[in-house]
């Protein structure tokens, strides 16, 4: 599978996950990233060092529109197009209702969907030329929302939509689909005991998955999957069963 692939928040969890299994699959990697330097150079050196220069750096952060369309445009200057645009960036942060801000607003909406929105028309002409797709990485609470998120699951609902409107403003030359994990990695900040108890008695699998189990299902709708756009693909080990 030779293709060039843009993935913003590339340099850890998901979106390294990401990275590292595309890169496997013979595809060269356009690691986007904003505060993780150490991280994105480390990935990049380990990919390069497997295949020589097949992972690209570029920083921008998606919270400014300017930085969203450089971003898009040295994209396409690395290898000459861009064939799959994987929207994996997201900021997650609890702040409950009475507390939003507008910044907490705008700094949530930017990297959930205004970035994604905006990289993917930017880049369309490019995926469009290569018959290409694009994958967001949404969440399953963008249904109902999680308690204590509310803009976070309001911006990933928004997310879903933008995934099925694009699917038809974009077809036919254009797959778009998302993929909707659900415990896949712990939060980064402390996560009690006694919660993940709880968690896990939700997930039929009773266990929390991998990142490398979105890393695979963004696999299937990149290289497996001609026949599907305008779909969220679910990698919860069962948890939207127990709603």
């Known amino acids: ?44 050196a380990e990919l390069n060092a497997l295949r020589a220069d097949s992972a690209r750096l570029l920083n921008a952060d998606l919270s400014v529109f300017s930085s969203i369309q450089k971003l898009a445009e040295e994209a396409l200057t690395q290898w000459g197009d861009v064939d799959v645009l994987v929207n994996n960036a997201s900021l997650f942060q609890s702040v409950p209702i009475g507390q939003v801000t507008e910044q907490d607003w705008d700094l949530t909406m930017a990297s959930n969907l205004k970035a994604p929105f905006f990289l993917s028309q930017a880049l369309w002409s490019s995926l469009k030329a290569k018959r290409g797709c694009i994958v967001n990485i949404a969440d399953i609470h963008a249904e109902t929302g999680l308690p204590g998120y509310p803009v976070y699951s309001m911006a990933k609902a928004g997310l879903v939509a933008m995934t099925k409107i694009l699917a038809r403003e974009m077809a036919p030359e254009v797959r778009v689909n998302a993929v909707a994990p659900g415990a896949i990695l712990w939060p980064e900040q402390d996560v009690a005991d006694a919660e993940r108890v709880e968690i896990l008695k939700k997930i039929a699998l009773q266990r929390c998955g991998e990142a490398d189990d979105i890393a695979k299902a963004v696999r299937f709708l990149v290289g497996n999957a001609d026949y599907i756009t305008g779909q969220v693909l679910t990698v919860d080990g069962g948890r939207t069963l127990f709603r």
Do not use: F, P, Q, W
Request: aromatic share 2%; net charge positive; charged share 20%.
């Open 1 to 44: 599978m030779s293709k060039n692939v843009l993935i913003t928040g590339a340099s850890r969890r998901i979106g390294a996950a990401c990275v590292r299994l595309l890169h496997g699959e013979g595809c060269n990697v356009i690691l986007h990233y904003n505060r993780s330097d150490a991280d994105a150079l480390r990935l990049a």
